[in-house]
């Protein structure tokens, strides 16, 4: 396999992988739909961002801990898992109020709060996939399957990570453009509320079956 041949197969992957719904992307909506596109958009730009510290630790070879080691696995999986129940409950327990709204969201959206900055998303963002141990574990298993023979392993990888957060990027603007027509609507009070609770639910769900999962 050619560098250019595993470059068009690892982009078809990574494209059905980042396509495919799941948090990322329901966090990715609910933030640009209930805060304001820049929220949003920095929310994508932590979650690319947390895709490449996980492909920059299988690079260096420090993710194969996590194959290797029950105990750091078991312990990044409960860490993972508070974190999204704790992201969770707070999307429910915003849902119960009326507050003021992000400065680049639409007007109906005065009656709801940004409670956490623009940084704040971006960090929600990161972590969400930094402490996701099943990430580091698709990067470890997933990675290699996509290094061609003689090429430098951890440049090459790297450059595997890069191209999957700049996907990752592409997409994350596009499901936040594709909101904007719908702003006005999405911002309803109860539309919002129902958008806190839909996604709060779902995240507590994950992350209640994260901390029951062995592996």
Known sequence: MTATTALVAFAIAAGILTLTPGLDTALVLRTSAVEGARRALMAGLGICAGCLVWGAAAAFGLGSLLALSTVAYDTLRIAAAAYLCYLGVRMLWRSRGALPAAPDAAPMQAAR??????????????????????????????????????????????????????????????????????????????????????????????????ALERR
């Open 113 to 210: 709060a940004s409670d956490t900055s623009a940084l704040g998303w971006f960090l929600r963002g990161c972590l969400t996939n930094v402490l996701n141990p099943k990430v580091g574990v698709f990067y470890i298993t997933f990675l290699p399957q996509f290094i061609p023979q003689g090429a430098d392993v951890l440049r090459f990888s790297l450059l595997l990570a890069l191209l999957h957060a700049a996907m990752g990027v592409l997409w994350f603007v596009l499901l936040v453009a594709a909101t904007r027509p719908l702003a006005r609507w999405l911002a309803r009070p109860a539309v919002a509320r129902g958008l806190d609770r839909l996604t709060g639910g779902v995240f507590i769900a994950f992350g209640v079956k994260l």
